[in-house]
């Protein structure tokens, strides 16, 4: 159960406009997630902004975004984050084989060159912060600037929606 209860439109002093807004970019449902974060309107309109651009206003291939988005949910141990894009990745045609070999995916096979350093820079944006310069030129040999950029903002977003759904422990909608 979440830390806090969670608000919608009917809530009073909930922004009913902001509300619309968010289900819209959700396809008409809110998430639990996102009936925390209406506690606060301009949090809320700042996070719906950002993922929304991350989500569906960038370049980046949409498979590469959600294999580092998912490998996020496993290094941060945040299952919430994982149920929600585990689907998203099927969608973006990453086969399950992939997404199950996530969280042994250096051992694994079945990652190309591009996918293994999008996640190796993952990893180290997320267990290091710090990027090791060869890990950087590892990747970048395979995006280009506006790539690179929202690869970046990717993950690190992603740190904190998995940061967020923990302190909150916000769970899996039923």
Same mark, same amino acid.
């Given at each position: 159960?979440?830390r ?11 922004? /009913? ?12 449902e ?8 209406l ?8 996070w ?14 949409g498979g ?8 996020v ?23 399950q084989?992939?997404?199950?070999a996530?969280?042994?995916?250096? @051992?694994?096979?079945?990652?190309? @060159? ?7 820079? /993952?990893?180290?944006?997320?267990l @290091? ?7 950087? /030129? ?13 690869l ?7 740190n ?15």
């Open positions: 159960m979440a806090l209860e969670f608000v919608d439109a009917s809530t009073p002093g909930v922004d /009913a406009a902001l509300v619309n807004m968010v289900k819209e970019r959700r396809g008409g809110l998430l639990n997630l996102d009936k925390l974060l506690h606060s309107a301009p949090l809320a309109r700042g719906n902004a950002m993922f929304g651009a991350i989500r569906t206003g960038g370049i980046l291939d590469v975004r959600e294999l580092v988005i998912l490998l949910a496993i290094l941060n141990r945040a299952p919430y984050e994982f149920a929600q894009h585990a689907p998203v990745a099927l969608e973006e045609g990453v086969p084989a992939k997404i199950d996530l969280g042994h995916w250096a @051992q694994a096979g079945d990652f190309t @060159q591009r996918e293994r350093d999008a996640l190796a820079y /993952a990893t180290a944006m997320t @290091q912060v710090q990027v090791p310069d060869d890990v950087f /030129a590892d990747v970048r040999r395979h995006f280009n600037e506006r790539e690179m950029v929202e970046t903002a990717t993950v690190a977003g992603y904190m929606v998995s940061r967020f759904l923990e302190a909150m422990q916000i769970e899996v909608e039923r």
